[in-house]
């Protein structure tokens, strides 16, 4: 069995952080359904857009703003670690935790609720996702994850193997502040890998009345002088102005590159 699988079953408490899961790995969501039923465990999901497949396992959601994950690595180490070095000590003694929550949408509360979630559970892990591996601030964020795997009693479980040998490998605790959050306002589309569904784009209400369109519309996404086509689809169980982008792994596009969000001019074709 694949050793994350293997630790997923054998935990009780789990957080995801960075990750759509079914769209990232459907073996890692069906292992978490299978623990929660066996074992009764604890599941914190924590991304920017809430996923219907999972409303009825998650015991919490933690909605965080898009382009924020290096404040929230920040703040779930400020959480749950235990006896950390002095160099992990004084970069959290430095942190501003109010203007991270209140930049990131994440309120502190609400990380102390996820802490006190934990209290009475013995095998605890934090799944991080692709999300993370796609960032512009991942050399830091990975510093932050190697000192919650070190100082916590969070395993930590990277989707992405490179991102799990770095997490694993890094000795380096010169964490550098938490760079200052772009906003990502308008229309936002988040990269999915979805084979069936490649040639549409599914949003919320929302999101159509931004982007000025409508159901089953054909549209361009625009995005610094590359476009593609896909037809518009609403689907009533996503909110916010994020929509979901399905695409092809080996399609060589804008979507593919760099971080899984992108702020994008959606014209009718």
Do not use: W
């Amino acid at each position: 069995m694949n050793t994350k699988i293997e630790k997923i079953l054998n935990s009780d408490y789990i957080i995801s952080f960075g990750s759509f899961l079914a769209q990232d790995n459907e073996q890692v969501k069906e292992a978490i359904i299978e623990t929660i039923a066996q074992k009764n465990a604890e599941f914190i999901y924590m991304h920017p857009i809430d996923n219907v497949d999972l409303k009825v396992y998650y015991s919490q959601l933690i909605k965080y703003e898009v382009g924020s994950e290096e404040g929230i690595a920040s703040m779930l180490l400020d959480t749950f670690v235990n006896d950390a070095s002095e160099k992990i000590k004084d970069y959290l003694n430095d942190l501003d935790m109010g203007y991270i929550s209140a930049e990131s949408s994440a309120g502190e509360e609400e990380f102390e609720e996820a802490c006190e979630k934990a209290e009475d559970k013995t095998s605890k892990v934090l799944l991080v996702g692709r999300d993370i591996t796609t960032h512009e601030r991942v050399r830091n964020i990975v510093k932050i994850l190697s000192a919650i795997n070190k100082y916590s009693d969070l395993d930590v479980i990277c989707l992405d193997e490179k991102t799990q040998e770095q997490v694993e490998s890094c000795n380096d605790e010169d964490i550098e502040e938490v760079e200052e959050l772009d906003s990502y306002n308008g229309t936002v589309v988040y990269s999915i890998f979805d084979e069936q569904d490649c040639q549409k784009l599914v949003g919320s209400q929302s999101f159509a009345r931004i982007a000025k369109v409508q159901d089953k519309d054909e549209v361009y996404l625009n995005y610094n002088g590359q476009k593609v086509k896909k037809q518009f689809i609403i689907n009533d169980d996503l909110y916010g102005t994020v929509a979901l982008c399905p695409i092809l792994d080996s399609n060589i596009s804008f979507l593919t590159e760099n971080y899984r969000y992108k702020q994008v001019k959606v014209e009718k074709a």
